[in-house]
Nanobody, 125 residues
Framework: VQLQASGGGLVQAGDSLRLSCAAS????????MGWFRQAPGQEREFVAS????????HYLESVKGRFTVSRDNAKNTIYLEMNSLKPEDTALYYC???????????????????WGRGTQVTVSS
């Protein structure tokens, strides 16, 4: 199983980026997929998730209203639309997939069995 993320880059504060992550080797159409991020010297942080094939979405409080997670189950792909980017959004962004997650566990990175390599997002002020 592979998760291949793309779409990161260097942008200015206030700009937008769209991350994509395509899964191969297994279908996740009924499972949780999402995004974590990790800034230098900090712990890995939950950003957003799309639950159970897209039944619901959940976000880190600081990105609500700016980021939107979506998915195309036919393409086994998840997206993260990021608007109004801030310098504090700078991090390596990882896409993830997890099976049989319960709601209380979605923010814990240990509960996701599948991880992509990450794509760097850098926001300059």
């Amino acid at each position: 199983v592979q998760l291949q993320a793309s779409g990161g880059g260097l942008v200015q504060a206030g700009d937008s980026l769209r991350l994509s992550c395509a899964a191969s080797g297994r279908t996740f159409s009924r499972d949780d997929m999402g995004w974590f991020r990790q800034a230098p010297g900090q712990e890995r942080e939950f950003v957003a998730s799309s639950r159970r094939g897209g039944v619901s979405t959940h976000y880190l409080e600081s990105v609500k209203g700016r980021f939107t997670v979506s998915r195309d189950n036919a393409k086994n792909t998840i997206y993260l639309e990021m608007n109004s980017l801030k310098p504090e959004d700078t991090a390596l962004y990882y896409c993830v997939a997890g099976v049989n997650l319960i709601l209380s566990s979605i923010r814990n990175p240990l509960n996701y069995a599948y991880w992509g390599r990450g794509t760097q997002v850098t926001v300059s002020s």
